[in-house]
């Protein structure tokens, strides 16, 4: 077992998916929102079946690696907006040159910016193409790493992010990690009673995975509060895709019938999209 720093709001809670095992990962005890802190996620490999935890106190091999080149290309984009909002615009320039370099490194970027500057530029017959050239490189790239659905009142947010120094690409392993934040907008409790994924690697694989609550949980959720999550997902691809939905249940009244939640497909992609941070914007 390893272990991976990651920011996570307070009482976060980190599994691996249901797929892989019945057990939990490093449990905190739920909280509704909280102060960022720096946790500790124990991560157990897939063919395990116990969640127990590690107490190794060896540096993490994916310490000095954790992060990965989408979070660097995000990291570099972040950097030059600041800089350009400061006016130091030998220091923006001098990231700029160093975003196209990075850019033209991965072919996925590259098409992307090269998208981008068609449909600003109003050539549309080139945005056609470098939109076919993407799907044929990484089939899910137009697709974001993050959504964003509301059901009955109940938000669903999600991102992902591709975590290098777990994968093997050489062995055929990409390791992915996503966060789920769940918003009660409604006027009525609800409890999350069951989890359904659809995962999708590049190679158009499907797999359905059910499983009972999340992370080991069927937490409630009061009316104008959240609950936040962490998970997994190992995939044998550098891209692919996960959606699905969560089953709930209002608690306020007897008999009250199940319902789905959606979630809204995003992203499983080894470059990223260059985002890092949920929107709180309604």
Not at 146 to 163: F, K
């Amino acid at each position: 077992m390893q272990s991976l720093s990651f920011n996570l709001n307070a009482g976060t809670k980190v599994s691996w998916p249901g797929r892989f095992n019945q057990g939990d990962g490093s449990k905190q005890q739920i909280h509704i929102r909280g102060n960022v802190k720096m946790f500790r996620i124990m991560a157990c490999a897939p063919e395990m079946n116990s969640g127990a935890e590690s107490q190794s106190s060896s540096p993490s091999r994916s310490e000095s690696s954790f992060l990965s080149r989408s979070q660097t290309y995000a990291l570099l984009k972040q950097q030059m907006e600041v800089a350009t909002k400061s006016e130091d615009y030998k220091q923006a320039a001098r990231l700029r040159d160093s975003l196209k370099i990075f850019e033209d490194e991965e072919p996925v970027l590259r098409l992307r910016r090269l998208l981008k500057e068609a449909i600003a530029e109003e050539r549309f017959e080139d945005a056609a193409r470098y939109r076919d050239e993407l799907k044929d490189v990484a089939p899910h790239s137009l697709l974001k790493c993050s959504s964003d659905a509301t059901t009955l009142g109940i938000r669903v947010q999600v991102r992902s992010v591709y975590i290098e120094g777990r994968s093997h690409p050489s062995k055929g392993l990409y390791f992915f990690a996503y966060r789920i934040r769940i918003t009660n907008n409604s006027d009525r409790p609800v409890q999350l009673l069951r989890r359904h994924w659809i995962i999708t690697d590049a190679n158009g694989k499907t797999e359905n995975v059910w499983g009972i609550g999340v992370i080991g949980e069927q937490p409630v959720i009061l009316p104008n509060t959240g609950f936040e999550y962490s998970s997994a997902c190992p995939l044998g691809t550098p891209s692919g895709r996960m959606e699905g939905d969560f089953e709930m249940k209002h608690i306020d009244k007897v008999g009250s019938r199940s319902f789905n939640v959606a979630i809204a497909p995003f992203s499983l992609s080894k470059v990223g999209d260059g985002g890092d941070t949920f929107s709180d914007g309604s």
